[in-house]
């Protein structure tokens, strides 16, 4: 069973950069694909960004294209999202993804596509 721990949230202010980690456990994630993921109070889980653990092409919602960049580092086996350019609409939890097996690229961004959630770390960002 994977296990996945997120890290880096924190309040910050408007304009400000944050890097948010994802450190997987348990399990393989060879074939897999991750993501990265935010939920504000009251409104549906928002998918931000995702890879395909063995790819270097990731797929960004429009919404953050340009300020989020999403990456892993395969040595510390972990994933990254570089926040730049933080707005308050930009608070929200911050959820790490994975797939249980390969996704195709289409459904990176589908959230239904993945088996395996972190807690969450919660990102404020004040006016």
């Known amino acids: 069973q994977v296990q996945l721990a997120e890290s880096g949230g924190r309040l910050v202010q408007t304009g400000d950069s944050l890097r948010l980690s994802c450190v997987p456990s348990?399990?393989?994630?060879?074939?897999?694909?991750m993501g990265w993921f935010r939920q504000a109070p009251g409104k549906e889980r928002e998918s931000l960004a995702a890879?395909?653990?063995?790819?270097?092409?990731?797929s960004y919602a429009d919404s953050v294209k340009g300020r989020f960049t999403i990456s892993r580092d395969n040595t510390k086996n972990t994933l990254f999202l570089q926040m730049n350019a933080l707005k308050p609409e930009d608070t929200a939890v911050y959820y790490c993804a994975a797939s249980a097996g390969p996704i195709i690229t289409s459904r990176l961004l589908d959230t239904t596509a993945y088996d395996y959630w972190g807690q969450g770390t919660q990102v404020t960002v004040s006016a």
């Open positions: 348990g399990g393989s994630l060879r074939n897999s694909a």
């Open positions: 890879l395909k653990w063995a790819s270097t092409r990731p």
